[in-house]
């Protein structure tokens, strides 16, 4: 997976964020993947979705041809990591019980 430098850059309008912040946001790939696939969306996702795409991007794949097992933990460490982290910086919103994900 890779990350386009030269676009936009997801955490540019988070001026409250610091430097170390950002990077430890940046740091993990399933943080990466997710501020990216949210920069090329304009509507929400479900979570179901947003995880097979980070899923695939993480390693490598097509979307359709993600492993089950593989999928699974992405959309588990989603749903209890990343995902609150990042709305706790108020880089998306995360409506739990529509299963949702909404950049800000």
Wanted: net charge negative; aromatic share 2%.
């Amino acid at each position: 997976m890779s990350i386009d430098v030269t676009g936009s850059d997801p955490l540019a309008k988070e001026t409250h964020l610091s430097l170390a912040e950002r990077f430890s946001l940046l740091a993990d790939p399933h943080r990466r993947a997710v501020l990216e696939r949210l920069d090329r969306t304009a509507d929400g996702l479900e979570v179901e979705a947003l995880a097979a795409r980070v899923a695939a991007e993480l390693s490598d794949a097509a979307p359709g041809t993600v492993d089950e097992d593989h999928r699974r933990r992405v959309l588990l460490a989603l749903h209890h990591n990343h995902l609150p982290k990042l709305a706790d910086h108020g880089l998306l919103e995360y409506d739990l019980d529509a299963g949702i994900v909404t950049a800000t």
